[in-house]
């Protein structure tokens, strides 16, 4: 008897997404470790890497390459991540795991996603506003 291939893939999309939560507390729980006295200079510093890795708008392979865009994001900062909760003492990175599962049930601020959003809309009703002026004016 075989497992339907519904149930394989509902498997393996429940099992993603237990590991990208763990990723994500994993790299909350790394910046907190890595803003601990106890942690050893060099996982601060992989740490801190990886952390900006991460939010950088700059990618080692452009994310607009087919595949390998993404790749990079998908190997590396995992990656990153697991040698830096090695290179972390345990007790550290409990201590971390712990702070990051409080911070990660706190409730979402709303207002300041949306005074972010009508700030991005001004910005960006100006500058067509701008451009609108200068079609009129030269054409």
């Known amino acids: 008897m075989s497992i339907p291939r519904y149930t394989l893939i ?3 999309f429940k099992s993603l997404k237990l590991r990208a939560h763990a ?3 994993d790299s909350l729980a790394v910046w907190f470790a890595s803003r601990d006295p106890r942690t050893p200079w060099y ?3 992989l740490a801190v890497l990886v952390v900006a890795y991460a939010f950088s708008p700059i990618d080692l392979i452009p ?3 087919p595949v390998l865009g993404y790749l990079d994001d998908l190997i590396l ?3 990153g991540i697991a040698l830096a909760v090695k290179w972390i003492p345990a007790v550290v990175m ?3 795991r712990a702070k990051a599962n409080v ?3 706190k409730p979402i601020n709303w207002t300041a996603g949306v005074l972010i959003l009508l700030v991005w ?3 960006i009703f100006f500058i067509v506003r701008v451009i609108y002026r200068l079609i009129l004016k030269n054409g």
Request: zero cysteines; glycine letters at 0%; proline letters at 4%.
């Open 10 to 12: 509902m498997r393996f």
């Open 23 to 25: 990723l994500k507390r």
């Open 43 to 45: 996982a601060k510093t």
């Open 63 to 65: 994310d607009f390459i």
């Open 77 to 79: 900062i995992p990656a």
């Open 94 to 96: 409990a201590d971390a």
């Open 103 to 105: 911070e990660s049930q």
């Open 121 to 123: 809309a001004a910005l």
